[in-house]
């Protein structure tokens, strides 16, 4: 099945790693290394089966390159999954034996922050291999200033504004939180759910967020519906049941499947895909990188553009965006691969 999906993709490499005295089982996923080394986070969680932590390293990896490619970013698509339950005891011992792998692979796999993980972690594997991100804070912020400026241009083509817009956020965490904050100072009316009662809380005290129910937030009678928690929560029941004109959200892989994009579409619903609208993290990690902070916040600001780009030539081509921002950015990859030096 591992070998089938490997054959049938277009992936560089994966990697199985598995170290049993520390209790170590995890994947490394490269998919593309066409734009520069893959970078993606490292995610720590406890799968179902094997073969779930190889398809989540799979598809967010691929994600990763096509997130980069948009964003202009010189960096290729990585992700690695640490398959056990992130309140493990010998946690550090797991990160230690995971790191190793991650080195033998000599750079062409930048590890981050992602669920399950904490730059105090990425502190701890960065001392065990060439390069590592996320270690000078939390990329948030700026995942969710992509995020609101995504929703700003979908606004637009709806012809409305954000003051008075009605916006409704799945998860309170940390892109979560930021989005609600900043679309509330923009005049928006907030709605959100968290399963975290005391996030939730934070978000009312602090900017008299409107509380929701966890099973109505998706399906709110809002204008734009926000999904900034897990991947996969589009499905078709929901797609069916969206009451709002717009979906736009931090959460990766945010529909369950892409042909659900072709959904939306028909239902007239303005979706800027998950890959596209929440890169802001993915820039701030860059700067990190390449020690080049100068201009970060007018790069975030910038998807605004490539947002407005999709929307425009899905209008066009009554293709949805999905497939239209899949195949901007294989072009951009394709490209590169051309004019790159024979090495
Ligand atoms: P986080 O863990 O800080 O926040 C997620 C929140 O969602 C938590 O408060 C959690 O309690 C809540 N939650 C989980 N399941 C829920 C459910 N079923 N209903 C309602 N709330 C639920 O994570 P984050 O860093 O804010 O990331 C949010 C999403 O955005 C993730 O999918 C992540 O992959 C994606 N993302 C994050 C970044 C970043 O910079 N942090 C960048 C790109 C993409």
């Given amino acids: 099945h ?7 993709r277009d992936f560089e490499q994966i990697v199985l790693c598995r170290d049993p005295e520390a209790g170590l089982e995890s994947v490394i996923a490269v998919h593309d290394t066409t734009l520069g080394p893959s970078l993606g986070g490292v995610r720590m969680r406890a799968y179902p089966t094997r073969a779930d932590a190889v398809a989540d390293a799979m598809n967010l990896a691929q994600a990763m390159t096509y997130k980069a490619a948009l964003a202009g970013v010189a960096l290729g698509g990585g992700k690695s999954v640490i398959n056990v339950d992130p309140r493990v005891a010998n946690r550090d011992e797991i990160l230690v034996a995971h790191a190793k792998y991650i080195a033998s692979l000599g750079g062409r796999y930048i590890p981050g922050v992602d669920m399950g993980t904490s730059v105090r972690d990425l502190e701890l594997i960065g001392r065990h291999v060439p390069v590592a991100s996320s270690q000078r804070g939390d990329p948030s912020y700026f995942t969710a200033r992509g995020v609101v400026r995504s929703i700003e241009v979908a606004l637009e083509a709806a012809d409305r504004a954000v003051a008075g817009a009605r916006v409704a956020i799945q998860g309170l965490g940390n892109v979560g939180l930021h989005a609600a904050r900043m679309l509330a ?64 959200g931090a959460a990766n892989n945010m529909l369950s499947h892409d042909a659900l994009a072709r959904d939306l579409r028909e239902r007239n619903i303005i979706h800027v895909p998950d890959f596209v609208a929440n890169a802001g993290g993915l ?25 407005r780009d999709i929307l425009a030539r899905s209008a066009s081509t009554q293709a949805d965006t999905v497939s239209v921002a899949l195949a901007m950015a294989r072009e951009v990859v394709e490209n590169k691969r051309k004019h790159r030096p024979y090495f």
């Fill in 2 to 8: 591992i070998l089938d999906d490997f054959t049938n």
């Fill in 185 to 248: 100072q923009a005049g928006a009316q907030v709605f959100g759910a968290d399963i975290d009662p005391q996030r939730v809380r934070r978000a009312v005290d602090e900017i008299d967020l409107v509380a929701v129910d966890l099973d109505d937030v998706l399906l709110a009678d809002v204008d734009v519906v926000a999904p900034c928690a897990g991947g996969g929560v589009i499905d078709e029941r929901v797609v069916a049941g969206l009451r709002a004109s717009i979906l736009v």
């Fill in 283 to 307: 820039l701030a990690v860059e700067a990190e990188i390449h020690d080049a902070e100068d201009g970060l916040t007018e790069r975030v600001d910038a998807i605004a553009d490539t947002a």
